[in-house]
């Protein structure tokens, strides 16, 4: 692949992935079949993009409808939304499990209510020329990161640990979100990112990859449905049927693939194109994320899992006293199928 395409597509996913300011967008429902439902507002976070596929595919096969929800979009920035769901603007929001770690220890009553992203999505990765497959090999490297903030640098401190290295121990280099780019070049020996974005780029453009993935090491309950003391208290019915909607769409998109990234590019046409292969290729990685590990209850989270997550985030220093785990999360409304 031409070095053009390669910086094309790796500019492209990065701007999927990096976030933005909030934007508005088209409520995706059925007009005429409104009445009697519930208008819910969900803070999706970053901006339309296959990624929430499992989202549109609900919309679409009408899952949300069916309990009564009609539901709208917004897109915005993670830590935004933890603050509108904790003083009860929103009720629901993605977000990852070391955002409300960070949002219980700021005093908000937020709680993670389901599963979604079973894996942290956050990697290390490089050429797979330089021999870099585990924490230890990192020792003397050159790591491009987009900066000591987010999932990024909560991936990077862990695989760190893993080694007992600590950031004095490599050079960490500012990179924005070139990742793909930095490592192609051979700017660095290797760069944090998403595990669906620089990795992928690089292999659609034939290069051979190496990952080092911070869920080998330390278990951080990722992306998944966060709600509110209030909302769990006073209406448990309409959390119950938001868990049993998302279960249902994320079910549906493993099973049928094709179909949910074709309705995913009904939502996001720009998706398409001379783009599709290389947004393709960001689902079909997507779908390991979503899957539910061998054993493991879908929607669920770990006690265990929460308890080692704040002990390590009180460690590097994000948060300065511990939270009681139990606070965190709640498995009170997954149900199984």
């Known amino acids: 692949m031409k070095k053009s395409s390669l910086l094309r597509i790796a500019l492209f996913v990065a701007i999927v992935l990096a976030g933005c300011a909030p934007i508005s967008t088209p409520r995706i429902s ?9 208008t819910v507002r969900l803070g999706a976070g970053f901006i339309p993009n296959v990624q929430f596929a499992p989202i549109y595919v609900g919309l679409e096969k009408g899952f949300f409808q069916e309990e009564g929800i009609e539901l709208e979009l917004s897109y915005g920035f993670e830590n ?15 977000g990852s499990g070391d955002q409300v770690v960070l949002g219980r220890a700021q005093g908000l009553p937020v709680r993670y209510v ?9 990697v290390i990765f490089s050429k797979a020329e330089r021999n870099i497959t585990t924490p230890a090999d990192l020792a003397g490297k050159t790591i491009g990161i987009p900066g000591a903030f987010g999932a ?13 290295l600590t950031e004095q121990d490599v050079r960490l280099e500012s990179i924005g979100f070139t990742q793909a780019a930095a490592v192609s070049e051979d700017r660095v020996d290797a760069a944090v990112d998403y595990a669906v974005n620089g990795p992928v780029v690089l292999r659609l453009a034939g290069v051979p990859v190496n990952e080092i993935a911070l869920d080998d090491y330390l278990v951080i309950p990722s992306n998944g449905l966060v709600t509110n003391e209030r909302t769990i208290a006073e209406r448990p019915d309409l959390v119950q049927k938001m868990v049993r909607a998302l279960q ?16 995913a590019l009904k939502v996001v046409p720009e998706a398409g194109g001379e783009n599709e292969a290389a947004n393709r290729a960001v689902f079909d990685a997507s ?4 899957t539910p590990k061998p054993g493991q209850t879908p929607g669920a989270t770990d006690l265990a899992d929460w308890q080692a997550t704040v002990e390590f985030m009180q460690r590097i220093g994000l948060i300065d006293a511990a939270v009681d785990a139990e606070s965190l999360f709640t498995n009170q409304f997954i149900t199984e199928e």
């Open 30 to 38: 059925n007009a005429t079949q409104t009445f009697g439902r519930e």
């Open 80 to 94: 935004d939304y933890l603050k509108l769901v904790g003083v009860d603007e929103y009720q629901f929001m993605l």
């Open 114 to 122: 389901l599963n979604w992203y079973t894996r942290f999505p956050v």
């Open 152 to 164: 990024s640098y909560v991936a990077l401190r862990g695989i760190l640990e893993a080694a007992n």
């Open 248 to 263: 249902r769409s994320i079910a549906y998109t493993l099973a049928n693939p094709d179909e949910a990234f074709a309705i």
């Open 287 to 290: 779908l390991t994320f979503w």
